[in-house]
């Protein structure tokens, strides 16, 4: 991809960025979802009472 | 602590052998140095006066001795109570890390004797080298008084044993703020080199990858160095360190997984900063791509798997991968991909004599380290201060 002008080169990374961290939070929620899946709810025993 | 009899054993044990072999080799190198400069044991020189020196004693042995500041914030700061037996052994490592990269910085400079004046009579406030020079002498203070108590425990000086365990809260502050200062530093150290560190590995966002990948490079020095100590020092370990140290290991897997994966994903961000997408299609991309997926991808999803089916060897052998992969991206940013542009026969190769001081630092920095496991309260309790932690 060619740049005639630094805005056009600021605008294309910044939104390429951007996308990246909007998919990056959305992997995140999922990893995380991943990471925790198996973990003991601490909160089981409180609800019950 | 458990008391078990072993057997007497020879001191000339084969790793005991290969360690004399290497730290007599060391001593006469070290005195080649010192006698005969700089140039009579390194390829260092006006175009390439940064090498393994450099980035492997001391960007990978800072970056490796981030367990010290880890391990306390998280036990200190956050009151993770349940990883208090991994501080002192934390703090040990780090110590002793941070010692030796001072050593090893003294084979490095040219007029070693010279290394207080920075702090004394030129400072260079404008600098990043004065800053990490700055944090490393403080820190490595803040480290040696937090080390301090294992040595008055042992010495049952109780009086100034109790009093700096009551500057605990104050040193653990201090050394995580030294500790973000300086671990960022470091990478930002590159940020005067943009014409001669490869696009794919430069970013102005250096400082920040270094300073985040150092979280995990700490949390797994931890899971390495008490899987190692559960192996071969289970008889120095009490039963506090014996029953924490799986939730050590679990605990630790699971934020080094957490942390890794945010790094993976700041350094497509940087590519994406950089624009460089069109360069991961040539051998420096495939390079690149290795590091950050072999060792960055790869590590984090171990870390994941051993946290969430609670497999504790797996951990360990993520924090082996996840080492590797900080001393290769260290290696990669001070020596590898760094002067790129250059032919090969002007790039930079280590002679052997200096791979062979680095290697004795390390055996050095091992030996001094078993020593003090082996005489020192660090992996278990002093009968006499049992519960005044």
């Keep these: 991809m060619e740049f005639m002008t630094l805005h056009d080169f600021t605008f294309w990374t910044k939104g ?18 991943f990471l925790t899946d198996r973990d003991e709810d601490r909160f089981a025993d409180k609800e019950e009472e | 602590m458990s008391h078990h009899t072993t057997p007497t054993k020879s001191f000339w ?11 007599l080799i060391g001593l006469v190198l070290t005195v080649k140095r010192f006698t005969m400069g700089i140039a009579s044991v390194s390829n260092l020189s006006d175009d390439n006066p940064w090498g393994i020196w450099i980035g492997f004693d001391l960007l990978c042995g800072v970056a490796l001795a981030a367990g010290g500041y880890t391990t306390s914030a998280a036990v200190y700061l956050f009151g ?57 002498a403080l820190y490595l203070t803040v480290l040696a008084i937090e080390f301090s108590p294992a040595v008055w425990e042992a010495l049952r000086w109780k009086k100034i044993r109790h009093l ?32 001669k560190l490869h696009p794919l590995w430069y970013s102005p966002y250096l400082a920040m990858f270094f300073f985040v990948s150092s979280i995990p490079a700490g949390l797994s020095m931890v899971i390495f160095e008490g899987g190692l100590s559960h192996k071969y020092l289970h008889h120095k370990m009490d039963e506090t360190h014996l029953a924490e140290s799986s939730g050590v290991t679990l605990g630790f897997a699971k934020a080094a997984s957490v942390v890794l994966f945010a790094y993976f994903i700041l350094k497509w961000i940087g590519v994406a900063l950089g624009n460089n997408w069109s360069l991961l299609f040539t051998g420096w991309g495939a390079w690149f791509l290795f590091e950050l997926i072999g060792f960055v991808l790869v590590p984090c999803l171990m870390y994941a798997v051993a946290a969430r089916e609670k497999n504790e060897k797996l951990a360990f052998w993520a924090s082996i991968v996840t080492v590797l992969g900080i001393v290769l991206n260290r290696l990669n940013i001070s020596l590898v ?23 004795f630092i390390v055996t050095l920095e091992i030996t001094v380290l078993r020593f003090c496991l082996h005489k020192l309260p660090i992996l278990h309790e002093h009968p006499e201060f049992k519960g005044a932690h």
């Design chain 2, 80 to 136: 993770m109570k349940q990883y208090h037996s991994a501080v002192r052994p934390a703090i040990t490592t780090a110590f002793l890390g941070y010692a030796f990269v001072v050593f090893a910085l003294m084979y490095d400079l040219g007029r070693y004797y010279r290394l207080p004046y920075p702090l004394t009579i030129y400072p260079g406030p404008t600098s990043f080298l004065f800053e990490v020079g700055l944090c490393v």
């Design chain 2, 13 to 23: 044990t084969p790793a005991n052998i290969i360690t004399a072999v290497i730290l």
């Design chain 1, 16 to 33: 390429m960025a951007y996308v990246g961290m909007g998919l990056g939070l959305m992997a995140f929620v999922a990893f995380w979802l």
């Design chain 2, 164 to 195: 700096v365990h009551g500057l605990t809260l104050i040193l653990t502050i201090f050394g995580v703020i030294l500790s973000t200062l300086h671990q960022s530093s470091l990478g930002a150290l590159y940020l005067i080199a943009p014409s």
């Design chain 2, 337 to 359: 991909a760094f002067n790129w542009q250059l032919p090969l026969e002007s790039r930079y190769v280590p002679a052997w004599e200096e791979i062979m001081i680095t290697v």
